[in-house]
């Protein structure tokens, strides 16, 4: 099944990384999908209050 998701590096110190892997592991995802969960709750919660994020050349 093709995806239209990019991949790309993110580097993080050892005790976030363990963090993350712990509330993944609370809520039954990996750590790329809780990673994921986490930042798209994050944009979706800043749009709420701010409006919809454009990129700079859709303005």
Do not use: C
């Not at 110190?13 to 709750?41: C, P, Q, W």
């Amino acid at each position: 099944m093709a995806t239209n998701k990019r991949v790309f590096t993110l580097r993080l110190s050892d005790e976030v990384f363990d963090k993350i892997g712990v509330l993944a592991t609370r809520e039954h995802r990996s750590m790329t999908n809780y990673i994921e969960y986490v930042l798209l709750k994050h944009i979706n919660d800043i749009e709420a209050e701010q409006g919809e994020i454009k990129e700079e050349n859709d303005r």
